[in-house]
């Protein structure tokens, strides 16, 4: 599958914990983009990656944090784990930075988070 | 800041039957306009964008700056069509990166 990937599908975890969200951007594209998905919040633009480098923040929690890798993949940091944070996170990707409405950003399936 | 409003949360039609997404937004800047949508067990993928001013899958979306509009349209909705339906807009943040979503309407489609 050459689409973007994210691992694991689920997570279960407990309140205080750490958790790693991981990333795989589609082959070729530099830019990779989280989002949380919650049931009162919906589709959160959280923190945005072009080619290693933080590019824009949106909504993150100074608990979360993310990196993007010299391969391109991207890891989500998130801490001190509340009930709130149980959401769907996904990562996407484009092939630029995202300058112009061509510019499309393809979905991974998402990591389902929840905090106990 | 901007913001993108989907006022139903689900919309039942018939097969055959015209469809009507809502959705409304509110920035200050030109914005640029996409609907998204999720099928069932599938990911989150690009429906249109307003700029290409395209029809896929017999839905197309008029950008009505007056309004701040740009509801999804379908003459005869098919139930194939049955999906989450998110209206998203290209947020400035020193470029047109980031997506700001709705919340989504859920479409059924019945036979």
């Known amino acids: 599958d050459s689409g973007v990937t994210q691992t694991p599908k689920h997570l279960i975890t407990a309140t205080g914990q750490r958790v790693t969200l991981r990333c795989s951007p589609r082959s070729g594209d530099l830019s990779v983009y989280w989002y949380q998905q919650s049931l009162d919040q919906g589709l959160q633009f959280l923190i945005q990656y072009y080619n290693g480098e933080e590019r824009a923040k949106g909504n993150i929690l100074e608990r979360f944090s993310a990196q993007q890798f010299p391969d391109l993949h991207s890891e989500l940091n998130l801490s001190s784990l509340e009930l709130g944070d149980s959401a769907l996170y996904f990562c996407a990707s484009s092939v630029r930075e995202g300058d112009g409405p061509y510019n499309e950003q393809f979905f991974g399936p998402g990591t389902r988070l929840t905090v106990l | 800041a901007q913001r993108v409003t989907q006022p139903e949360k689900l919309l039942s039609v018939f097969k055959g039957a015209p469809v009507e997404l809502k959705c409304n937004y509110s920035?200050?800047?030109?914005?640029?306009l996409f609907w998204y949508v999720q099928y069932s067990r599938q990911r989150l993928q690009l429906l249109l964008r307003h700029i290409s001013r395209e029809s896929i899958k017999g839905f197309t979306a008029d950008l009505n700056k007056g309004e701040t509009s740009f509801h999804l349209k379908k003459p005869f909705a098919q139930e194939e069509d049955s999906a989450m339906y998110y209206c998203?807009?290209?947020?400035?943040?020193?470029?047109?990166?980031?997506?700001?979503f709705g919340s989504g309407t859920r479409l059924q489609v019945q036979p």
């Open positions: 920035y200050s800047g030109s914005p640029e």
């Open positions: 998203a807009l290209a947020t400035p943040y020193t470029g047109r990166r980031a997506l700001t």
